[in-house]
C-alpha cells in the first residue's frame, strides 16, 4: 500500500444554498400580518489550507470526492436557514493546485495560506426579502443555487534548499542521512529510494533543507524511471548537487558520462510557473548554482577515479568535492558550500523589491450590458442563446411551478433589457430562446410578458399573464383575428352605402318607428361606426 502519495486528481464540489421560504405571518387579532419568510442558508466551501502537520496527499488519494455541506432552507417567523459547513482541507506546505488542462491555480507556500477550490451556492430569498411596496404579499421565493464544481490536480512540490540528484545508488540517501538526521532507507541495489527525503542540515549558523530525489536514469525526461515523477521537488531548491558513483561497478558508466546524462535530462525538463525567481521568471534547473559531489571516494578505485575527473570537472567550471558518506569525509566543506549558496539566494530574495501586483479596478461602463445575446441555428430555425451571470443565476432561482415567481422572472429580464435587445437583433414571436450554455432553460419567446406584474391583481402564487397560457392565442393569431374583424367591418360598410345609394335608407319605412332606428344606430356606435351611422340616417 502506498505511503507517500504527491499527485492526486480531486473532485471538489461547494454545497448547494437553501431554498427561501414562502410564509404569511399569522397571530391571534393578526391574521394577515405580511411575507415572513426567511433567507436558505449558504452553501458550504472546500477550502484548502497548508498545515506544518501533514506531508503527504495520501487521505486524498483514498477520498478524492470531497463536497461542502448544503444550506438548510429558510423558514417561517422570519428566520433564515443555517449556512452549511465548510470543508477545510490540511495538505503540505508547497502543494500546486492545477486544473485539468495543467494551469496553477494556487500556490499554496506558507503555513495557513488558503485557497477556495470550490464555493458555496448562494441561499435563495424568502418572500419576506422580496416584498415592496409594490408587491407587498409575494407568493414565491427564490431558490438556492448550487455550488460550484470543478476537477484539479494537487501535485506537492517539496520546499527544499538544495537538491540531491544523481544516478540510482549513486549514495543520495547515504549523503543525507550523514549530514542530517534524517533516516531514508539504504541498501545495495538500485531504485531503493521511492519517495523524495528531506533532511535539515546545519552548518555553522546557517540551516537549511536537503532533499533527495529518487535516481534518474537516461530517459527520464520521457517518463523513464523514477526521476521523471519526481523531478517537480527539485523545482524550489536554490540549487542542486550532482551526486556522482565514483565507484560505479559498471563498465560503460563514468562520472563524467553520468554527468552528462543528468544535465541532458534536467535540460529536457520543464519547469512550470509554481518556482520563480527574484524577478519573477522560471528559472531553468541547468541555469541554477550547481555544485558536485564525488561520492564514495573511501575505497581505492573511488579515490583514484576522483582524482581523475576532477580537474576536467573544475576546468567546465564545477566546484567539485570529494567526499564519502561512509567516513563522512569531506563533508563537513561540503555542507558549507552549500549553506554559502543558500545564504546568497536568501539575501537576494530578501533585497529584492515585493513584487505586488497592483489591484485594477475596472467598473462596468454606463452602455455596457451584463448579458451576449448569440444567434445560433439549430434544425434550420433561428435560436438566441442568453449568456450572462445575472440572467443565468435568475433562471436557476427561479421556481417554474409557480406562476408568480416566473412573472418575476420575465420582469427581472424585461427590466435588464433582455426582452429589448431580441426585438432589436432581430427575434420574432415563436422562436427559441435558451438562458445559458448546453444545459440552459429552453423557452418558445413570446413577448408578451410585458414588466410590473406587481400591478396585476391576483391571487398569491399565480400570475394573470400566465393564465390559460396554453390556450392563449399567439401574436400572428392576433393579428389575423384583427384583419378579419376589419374586412367584416369593411363588407358591412360597403352593404350600407349599397342601400344608401338604392334609397332603402333614404326615409324610415312604415314598419320602422324612430326608436328601432336609435336602436340600429347605438349599435353601429357601440362598434365604433358612429360616422357611418350618422352617414346612414342622413
Not at 461602463?365 to 448579458?371: G, L, R, T
Not at 391571487?459 to 367584416?488: H, V
Request: charged share 25%.
Amino acid at each position: 500500500m502506498a505511503s507517500f502519495v504527491d499527485r492526486v486528481v480531486l473532485h471538489v464540489s461547494g454545497g448547494t444554498g437553501g431554498h427561501g421560504c414562502v410564509s404569511v405571518h399569522s397571530e391571534k387579532f393578526k391574521p394577515l400580518g405580511g411575507p415572513d419568510g426567511g433567507k436558505g442558508g449558504d452553501g458550504g466551501s472546500v477550502t484548502f489550507r497548508v498545515s506544518d502537520q501533514t506531508t503527504t496527499l495520501l487521505d486524498f488519494h483514498h477520498a478524492p470526492h470531497r463536497r461542502g455541506g448544503n444550506g438548510q432552507p429558510g423558514m417561517g417567523d422570519w428566520r433564515d436557514g443555517k449556512d452549511g459547513n465548510s470543508l477545510i482541507l490540511e495538505v503540505p506546505d508547497g502543494t500546486v493546485i492545477k486544473d485539468r488542462d495543467g494551469n496553477v491555480l494556487a500556490d499554496l507556500v506558507g503555513i495557513g495560506t488558503e485557497y477556495i477550490a470550490a464555493a458555496g451556492g448562494q441561499g435563495g430569498l424568502g418572500n419576506n426579502a422580496l416584498s415592496s411596496l409594490k408587491r407587498k404579499a409575494p407568493g414565491f421565493a427564490l431558490l438556492g443555487i448550487a455550488g460550484t464544481e470543478a476537477d484539479i490536480v494537487l501535485e506537492l512540490k517539496s520546499i527544499a534548499d538544495i537538491a540531491l540528484v544523481g544516478f540510482p545508488s549513486a549514495g543520495k540517501s547515504s549523503l543525507i542521512a550523514s549530514m542530517s538526521a534524517a533516516r531514508p532507507k539504504i541498501a545495495d541495489y538500485p531504485f531503493t529510494t521511492l519517495i523524495p527525503n528531506l533532511g535539515v542540515v546545519q552548518a555553522g549558523d546557517v540551516r537549511f533543507t536537503m532533499a533527495d530525489v529518487p535516481g534518474l536514469i537516461e530517459g527520464a525526461s520521457e517518463g523513464k524511471g523514477l526521476g521523471h515523477n519526481f523531478l517537480r521537488h527539485v523545482e524550489r531548491c536554490a540549487a542542486i548537487v550532482h551526486v556522482l558513483d565514483c565507484a560505479a561497478l559498471e563498465a560503460d558508466r563514468d562520472p563524467i558520462t553520468d554527468l552528462a546524462i543528468i544535465e541532458r535530462e534536467l535540460d529536457q525538463y520543464d519547469v512550470d510557473m509554481s518556482f520563480a525567481g527574484t524577478d519573477g521568471d522560471v528559472v531553468p534547473l541547468n541555469a541554477r548554482p550547481r555544485l558536485i559531489a564525488l561520492n564514495k571516494v573511501d575505497s581505492p578505485d573511488g579515490r583514484d577515479m576522483a582524482g581523475f575527473v576532477k580537474a576536467d570537472l573544475e576546468a567546465r567550471g564545477y566546484r567539485v568535492f570529494e567526499v564519502s558518506a561512509a567516513s563522512h569525509e569531506g563533508l563537513k566543506q561540503l555542507g558549507f558550500a552549500m549553506a554559502e549558496i543558500v545564504m546568497a539566494a536568501r539575501k537576494a530574495l530578501s533585497d529584492a523589491p515585493a513584487k505586488v501586483t497592483p489591484v485594477v479596478l475596472r467598473p462596468r461602463a454606463v452602455n455596457e450590458s451584463s448579458f451576449t445575446i448569440h444567434r445560433e441555428e439549430r434544425n434550420l430555425s433561428p435560436l438566441f442563446r442568453v449568456r450572462g451571470e445575472k440572467p443565468e443565476r435568475w433562471v436557476e432561482q427561479t421556481d417554474f411551478q409557480n406562476e408568480e415567481a416566473i412573472g418575476y422572472l420575465a420582469d427581472r429580464l424585461a427590466k435588464a433589457g433582455v426582452e429589448k435587445e431580441l426585438f432589436r437583433i432581430g427575434a420574432t414571436p415563436g422562436d427559441t430562446v435558451v438562458i445559458g450554455g448546453d444545459n440552459g432553460m429552453v423557452f418558445d419567446w413570446e413577448p408578451t410578458m410585458m414588466g410590473g406584474a406587481e400591478h396585476l391583481a391576483a391571487p398569491r402564487g399565480t400570475d394573470l399573464r400566465l393564465l390559460d397560457l396554453g390556450d392563449r392565442p399567439t401574436r400572428s393569431q392576433k393579428r389575423q383575428e384583427q384583419q378579419e374583424r376589419r374586412d367584416a367591418k369593411a363588407a358591412a360598410r360597403a352593404e350600407l352605402e349599397t342601400e344608401r345609394k338604392a334609397g332603402i335608407w333614404t326615409e324610415l319605412s312604415d314598419n320602422r318607428t324612430t326608436s328601432e332606428a336609435h336602436s340600429i344606430a347605438a349599435e353601429l356606435a357601440a362598434e365604433g361606426e358612429s360616422d357611418d351611422t350618422g352617414a346612414a340616417q342622413n
